[in-house]
């Protein structure tokens, strides 16, 4: 019998889920592996950062007869790029490889240094004047630290993924033991490089930025070499031998949690954050105030030989090497709040 009513078609519905969080093991091996490229990446990045910052860039302006406004502009770009951190961290998050992420963005960061070189070139032929050789310095300078301030925080995710929490005051005392190495020798050297090249300091810079860029993409391919561990999966590193799981925590993060809006909000109520921020806040604004203009001081006005400037700055370097492993066995043991109070 014909009731008058209409067939229903029932249509599934799907249901948005959250994505499932892997608890793959990556292999003890791995990890070892992984930290041993990190550490040769060290070294190869700290040749490039110090040939294409400190003391021999701000020389390279003093050649171009850059004011202390100019020189003072170029050295607040680092820190004005630091504000592209949380969108950065915001997109690695969001990224299928944290490794994939940071080589999109820290490569054309390094490879945008061939600019300014092609600029000193075209410069010593005398088709680039001082005012637009500075302006385009400062263009570079501003493009490579918002694309390195975009794949910062990654970095630093990826890195905390892959070091155990028993470890990282060790670990990394011994990796920037040997940056740090690296920058007493390779600063010392390009100083004197610099100052007794026969064609001159600007041309002779032009050298040096040729080997930072040389350095950098070799830091990048032993950056390819480290396990790459996918925010998307939250692959967890085996580091049963250590006998150390708080890493769990740090690599599957409660995925509701960071979609919240509020998530910053929460940071800011714990108030040992906040205090850490403060504090630091304090601390690099006392610093970069006076810091960028030391070397301005020493070249420009006291006139003293750049080689003679590295050297001094070399010394830095000495006093990390010096202090950076005890200090990280000492971290381990009793805590990082005591040896950042030590001081």
């Not at 892997?22 to 040769?40: G, K, M, N, Q, Y």
């Not at 150390?244 to 919240?260: C, F, G, H, R, Y």
């Not at 590295?310 to 990280?328: D, E, K, V």
Request: aromatic share 10%.
């Amino acid at each position: 019998m014909d009731l008058g009513l209409n067939p229903v078609t029932v249509t599934p519905i799907e249901l948005e889920t959250k994505p499932s969080i892997s608890t793959d093991r990556i292999s003890t091996t791995e990890i070892r592996r992984s930290l041993v490229a990190s550490s040769i990446d060290g070294v190869f990045a700290a040749i490039y950062a110090n040939l294409t910052s400190g003391v021999l860039l701000s020389n390279f302006l003093i050649k171009l007869q850059a004011n202390s406004f100019e020189v003072g502009i170029l050295a607040a770009i680092p820190m004005l790029a630091n504000v592209v951190q949380p969108l950065g961290a915001w997109w690695g998050e969001r990224a299928q490889s944290r490794r994939n992420y940071c080589s999109i963005v820290n490569i054309p960061a390094r490879c945008v240094w061939i600019l300014l070189a092609i600029g000193i070139a075209l410069y010593t032929q005398h088709l680039l004047d001082d005012r637009a050789t500075i302006l385009l310095t400062m263009v570079v300078v501003s493009v490579s630290h918002l694309l390195g301030g975009l794949g910062s925080a990654t970095w630093l995710s990826w890195m905390a993924a892959l070091v155990p929490s028993k470890l990282r005051g060790r670990y990394f005392s011994i990796r920037n033991t040997a940056a740090n190495l690296t920058s007493l020798i390779v600063v010392a050297i390009a100083g004197f490089w610099v100052a007794n090249y026969p064609r001159g300091e600007i041309e002779a810079y032009e050298i040096a930025l040729g080997v930072a860029i040389v350095a950098g993409i070799v830091s990048m391919v032993y950056q390819w070499q480290m396990v790459d561990i996918s925010p998307a999966t939250h692959e967890i590193a085996n580091w049963d031998d250590f006998e150390d799981n708080s890493i769990l925590a740090a690599v599957k993060p409660d995925l509701a949690t960071m979609e919240s809006p509020s998530a910053i909000v929460t940071f800011l109520q714990d108030r040992y954050f906040l205090g850490f921020t403060i504090c630091f806040s304090a601390w690099m604004f006392a610093l970069n105030l006076s810091a960028p203009f030391f070397n301005l001081y020493l070249l420009q006005n006291l006139a003293i030989d750049v080689s003679w400037v590295t050297l001094y700055n070399s010394l830095t370097s000495a006093a990390n090497l010096a202090l950076l492993i005890p200090f990280g066995r000492w971290s381990d043991r009793i805590g990082t709040r005591i040896p950042l109070d030590f001081p």
